[in-house]
T-cell receptor, first 117, second 113 residues
Framework: NAGVTQTPKFRILKIGQSMTLQCTQDMNHNYMYWYRQDPGMGLKLIYYSVGAGITDKGEVPNGYNVSRSTTEDFPLRLELAAPSQTSVYFC????????????????FGAGTRLSVL | KNEVEQSPQNLTAQEGEFITINCSYSVGISALHWLQQHPGGGIVSLFMLSSGKKKHGRLIATINIQEKHSSLHITASHPRDSAVYICAVRSVGASGTASKLTFGTGTRLQVTL
C-alpha cells in the first residue's frame, strides 16, 4: 500500500539552484496538494490541483510552480531557490474536498526536508 | 490572531495519564480534522468530525460547534503516543470551490515511562 510517495526525503540546495520535488499517489485521487511546514507554524498550502491539467494557487505560491499532467503525479518546482524556502514540504491527496464527507480526508506523504544555503 | 489556536503548545505526561489537547477556531467550518505527526515527520489523519464525538481505540475527539472548540483526548497514554497533534479546520467554501484547510501550529506531546 504505497499511498502518497514523495522524493527525495532530504535535499540541500545552494541559493539560485532549481529542483523538483516529486509526488505520486496510487489511490486514483482527484485532488492533490502541496504544503510547507515551517518551524512553529501550521502547514501552509502552496498549490493544489483538482484533477489532471488543473492547478490553482494556495496561500503561499510565490517562488513555486506545479503541473498535473496525470492523475498520479503532482511535482512541485522551485526555480531559483532562496533561503526563505527552507522548510519541510508535504504532498497530500484526497478523493474530494469541501463539506463533511469521508472522501475529504487527506492522505499525506512522508515529507521532503529542504535546506537552502 | 490565528484562525486556529491550539493549547497547550507542549505537553509532557507520564505513561497512563489522561491527556487533553484543545483546539479553538474563529471561522465557520464544515469539518474539523485531527492529525498526528510522527517524530519522523509523517502525518496521519486521526479524525474528521463536524459534531458530537468520535472514538477510535484510546483516542476520543469532541467538538462543540456553538463554542467553536474541539478537544482530543488520549486515555491511558503510552510513550508511543508521543507525537505532534495538529488541528485543522475546513472553512465553509462557496459551492463548487475547493474549500481549504487551515492548520493549527500543533501540540507536541511527550509521554514518559
Amino acid at each position: 500500500n504505497a499511498g502518497v510517495t514523495q522524493t527525495p526525503k532530504f535535499r540541500i540546495l545552494k541559493i539560485g539552484q532549481s529542483m523538483t520535488l516529486q509526488c505520486t499517489q496510487d489511490m486514483n485521487h482527484n485532488y492533490m496538494y502541496w504544503y510547507r511546514q515551517d518551524p512553529g507554524m501550521g502547514l501552509k498550502l502552496i498549490y493544489y490541483s483538482v484533477g489532471a491539467g488543473i492547478t490553482d494557487k494556495g496561500e503561499v505560491p510565490n517562488g513555486y510552480n506545479v503541473s498535473r499532467s496525470t492523475t498520479e503525479d503532482f511535482p512541485l518546482r522551485l526555480e531559483l531557490a532562496a533561503p526563505s524556502q527552507t522548510s519541510v514540504y508535504f504532498c497530500a491527496s484526497s478523493t474530494g474536498t469541501g463539506g463533511f464527507l469521508a472522501k475529504n480526508i487527506q492522505y499525506f506523504g512522508a515529507g521532503t526536508r529542504l535546506s537552502v544555503l | 490572531k490565528n484562525e486556529v489556536e491550539q493549547s497547550p503548545q507542549n505537553l509532557t505526561a507520564q505513561e497512563g495519564e489522561f491527556i487533553t489537547i484543545n483546539c479553538s477556531y474563529s471561522v465557520g467550518i464544515s469539518a474539523l480534522h485531527w492529525l498526528q505527526q510522527h517524530p519522523g515527520g509523517g502525518i496521519v489523519s486521526l479524525f474528521m468530525l463536524s459534531s458530537g464525538k468520535k472514538k477510535h481505540g484510546r483516542l476520543i475527539a469532541t467538538i462543540n460547534i456553538q463554542e467553536k472548540h474541539s478537544s482530543l483526548h488520549i486515555t491511558a497514554s503510552h510513550p508511543r503516543d508521543s507525537a505532534v497533534y495538529i488541528c485543522a479546520v475546513r472553512s465553509v467554501g462557496a459551492s463548487g470551490t475547493a474549500s481549504k484547510l487551515t492548520f493549527g501550529t500543533g501540540t507536541r506531546l511527550q509521554v514518559t515511562l
